[in-house]
């Protein structure tokens, strides 16, 4: 998963592998995901999965990440408030972050810091 993300920084940046790695390796330690670095798709969770892809929204250049319907992406995902709240300890960037559900799940993102958009 690290050379997943460290992706993003070195193709857009031209920033060495290393430091593009332990990059990665730092966004995942926020969340207490760095066991997965060494990871590959198949071995990793579909929420795991569904924060290496947060974390390369937000080693782009682009001032905003829009998460389409994370239902949709997670398997199983009943517990929001905890993905958003690692979304927002990733986030230290303060990238604007906007979550694109349906109107039926708008009650799970009370109170949340992220936009939600009807």
Same mark, same amino acid.
Request: net charge positive.
């Given at each position: 998963?690290?050379?997943?993300?460290? &992706?993003?920084?070195?193709?857009? +940046?031209?920033?060495p592998t290393?430091?593009? =790695?332990?990059?990665?390796? =730092?966004? &995942?330690?926020?969340?207490?995901?760095?066991?997965?670095?060494?990871?590959?798709?198949? =071995?990793?969770?579909?929420?795991?999965?569904?924060?290496?892809?947060?974390?390369?929204?937000?080693?782009?250049?682009?001032?905003?990440?829009?998460?389409? +319907?994370?239902?949709?992406?997670?398997?199983?995902l009943r517990?929001?408030?905890?993905?958003?709240?690692?979304?927002?300890? &990733?986030?230290?960037?303060?990238?604007?972050?906007?979550?694109?559900?349906?109107?039926?799940? =708008?009650?799970?993102?009370?109170?949340?810091?992220?936009? +939600?958009?009807?």
């Amino acid at each position: 998963m690290l050379e997943n993300i460290a &992706l993003i920084r070195e193709v857009h +940046t031209l920033m060495p592998t290393s430091k593009a =790695q332990e990059l990665a390796n =730092q966004y &995942l330690q926020k969340i207490n995901l760095d066991s997965i670095g060494t990871k590959r798709l198949n =071995q990793c969770s579909s929420l795991e999965i569904f924060y290496v892809m947060c974390i390369r929204a937000l080693m782009m250049d682009a001032k905003t990440v829009i998460i389409e +319907t994370p239902y949709a992406i997670v398997d199983n995902l009943r517990d929001i408030a905890s993905v958003l709240e690692n979304i927002s300890i &990733l986030n230290f960037t303060n990238k604007k972050i906007l979550i694109l559900d349906t109107q039926n799940n =708008q009650i799970h993102y009370k109170g949340c810091k992220c936009n +939600t958009a009807k």
